[in-house]
């Protein structure tokens, strides 16, 4: 409300003229500072679990609200119907995206793409003017000096938008240049181990043989662990928890950083979309959830990993009863009394579903 205050706009301009107007002429770091904190409530509200009271909210009307999410949908588009605070994006999209132009330098432009695919999120069709504005700011990206920490991050919004768009090739060699950038390596292989109970031998197993470099600075992991959703054991007769190897070294996960993880969760994607829904593709993709889950680094990783579980365990009859289990616990997250902000972290590079979509996986 304060910042919407600075902007000086008044009731009888036009809401979305009155924005265009101080994007060009207004203060730029407030106008900027605006529209970022109207992206990460929106996040918040549909994301994380933050709720918004009407009192929270007296600084905009009913026909402000209305002039907005009329603007965010484009023709022939409509918008989902589930998602809360529309306007809010609508107001991010307007500065961050709209006003691109006026806001330079790197982090300018990875706002944009941020707010640019989060309106894609929400959108029934596919924009060919995202699209079209998306392939400019990555291509200009290339021409600029990035700082080293903010290039990882550029590949992987980048690997993302290809991925959206169905451009897979494009999508995997971002993400292959990511972790690059990033000191890791991976690749597909296979050990003996044993899946069941009472397996008496070992048998090839898919799993995933990470290395990183021995110079890379690994970032620290802030996360509570104490505040992550639960991860509900198996408990099945016969399958085990997890494949004992008889190589104890796979046993063991790499510890990698938040970031890293977020380029495992990348290659996760790009893996189950290239490969045929069948029980082979679960057991080649499900090792990726894994390295995530035995080293929990912060919310919203945790998050997708566990929710893509569920979905891949969801086919089978020995571990659907956990996946709805795990489900009902996700969606208990989104406690309000439970939030904190730190739950962004990642929010736009994990590939964190919208709570809506837990919602409906709960209910198919």
């Known amino acids: 409300e304060h910042s919407f205050s600075r ?4 009731e009888e301009e036009d809401i979305v003229d009155a924005i265009k107007t101080r994007v060009e002429t207004g203060n730029k770091a407030d106008v900027q500072a605006f529209g970022i904190s109207c992206l990460q409530m929106f996040i918040d509200v549909n994301w994380t679990g933050r709720t918004v009271g009407e009192d929270n909210l007296s600084w905009i009307n009913s026909e402000q609200i209305s002039t907005l999410e009329d603007h965010l949908v484009e023709s022939s588009d409509g918008l989902v119907d589930v998602a809360q605070l529309k306007y809010l994006l609508a107001l991010a999209r307007l500065i961050l995206v709209d006003g691109r132009q006026h806001f330079q330098g790197p982090y300018s432009d990875v ?3 941020r707010c640019a695919l989060t309106v894609q999120t929400i959108l029934w069709e596919k924009s060919s003017t995202l699209y079209n504005l998306l392939k400019d700011t990555f291509k200009e ?54 899946r069941t109970k009472f397996q008496s031998t070992d048998l090839p ?22 505040s992550l959703p639960t991860d509900l054991k198996l408990d099945d007769e016969l399958r085990l928890e997890r494949i004992q190897f008889k190589d104890r070294e796979c046993d063991h996960s790499l510890d990698l950083d938040s970031l890293q993880q977020c380029v495992v969760l990348t290659r996760f994607f790009l893996k189950q979309r290239m490969l045929p829904d069948d029980e082979l ?8 959830l894994t390295v995530i889950l035995e080293n929990p680094t912060c919310w919203a990783n945790h998050m997708t990993a566990l929710f893509n579980r569920c979905k891949l365990e969801g086919k089978s009859g020995r571990t659907i009863e956990r996946a709805r289990a795990q489900l009902e616990i996700l ?22 579903p ?3 979509e837990i919602q409906k996986e709960l209910g198919s």
């Open 141 to 194: 990206l290339e021409n600029q000096v990035v700082p080293a920490t903010l290039k990882p991050i550029i590949l992987l919004h980048e690997s993302r938008f290809n991925y959206m768009f169905h451009d897979i090739r494009d999508s995997n060699r971002c993400a292959e240049a990511a972790a690059a950038c990033l000191g890791l390596t991976m690749e597909d292989t296979g050990a003996l181990g044993r």
């Open 111 to 113: 706002w944009c793409i």
């Open 7 to 10: 902007l000086n706009i008044r």
């Open 354 to 356: 919208p709570k809506w």
């Open 281 to 288: 593709t679960v057991e080649e993709v499900m090792p990726h």
């Open 331 to 352: 969606l208990e997250a989104y406690n309000p009394e439970a939030f904190q902000p730190s739950r962004v972290r990642h929010c736009f590079l994990s590939g964190l």
């Open 205 to 226: 197993q898919y799993t995933l043989n990470l290395q990183v470099a021995e110079d890379y600075a690994r970032q620290p992991n802030p996360a509570n662990i104490a």
